[in-house]
């Protein structure tokens, strides 16, 4: 005898709806200004900044690995926190300028956690991959060092979600404006090859190259 005789089964979307609704607000939120550069433009192809400007509707990408990976993110972060306490600043924007030109460029970004040790800040930054064999890859520490940079420190961690299981890497380095300058004036394009697997702009970008494997 089932004990589920006489419930009603329905299909819903009532948790599913707000949880779209949330990931799109806070997308939202980011509007891309030409004087500012957000971490993630510096080490990814510097067309696909220039494409985010002009078509920003083109950004949206949420795709299951999109949702899943917000919410995974928000455990850890929330985790993290609950460990640490006040020691932790979840998402905090953190900034600064550099000169090119006689121009002001501002870069602004928001480390996944932060970690206050010492009276220094360290930087935390959490990814979801499928595979241990190539870690930590070359973006993501780039991405942390940028991070660095911002906070003033010379360390900081990449914690990846991994299918088995989890992986740390402590990254270490010294970055100075003057990297930061080569970060925005390289002009490579794409920085990767298999970025434009994944670009929302690859069919129409004349620097579409064919993608490798990552």
């Known amino acids: 005898m089932s004990l589920l005789g006489g419930v009603t089964k329905k299909p819903s979307s009532f948790i599913i709806d707000k949880l779209f609704k949330k990931i799109i607000e806070e997308k939202r939120e980011h509007e891309r200004k030409e004087d500012t550069y957000w971490v993630s433009d510096l080490v990814m192809c510097p067309q696909k900044r220039v494409y985010s400007l002009s078509f920003p509707e083109l950004t949206f990408n949420l795709n299951i690995n999109t949702i899943t990976g917000t919410i995974l993110h928000e455990g850890l972060e929330k985790m993290i926190k609950d460990i640490f306490g006040d020691q932790a600043l979840v998402e905090e924007e953190v900034e600064k300028t550099v000169t090119i030109d006689n121009r002001t460029i501002r870069i602004t970004g928001r480390p996944d956690v932060i970690i206050i040790d010492n009276n220094e800040k360290i930087p935390i930054e959490i990814k979801t991959v499928n595979g241990y064999s190539e870690l930590p890859f070359e973006h993501h520490a780039e991405q942390l060092k940028v991070y660095l940079w911002l906070l003033g420190v010379r360390r900081g ?58």
């Not at 794409?190 to 690859?202: L, N, V």
């Open 157 to 214: 961690y990449l914690l990846y979600k991994l299918p088995e299981g989890f992986a740390e890497f402590v990254i270490e380095a010294n970055v100075t404006d003057d990297d930061i300058i080569k970060y925005i004036k390289d002009g490579k394009k794409p920085r990767y090859d298999w970025e434009c697997k994944y670009c929302p702009f690859a069919t129409f970008c004349p620097y579409r190259v064919k993608t490798s494997k990552k």
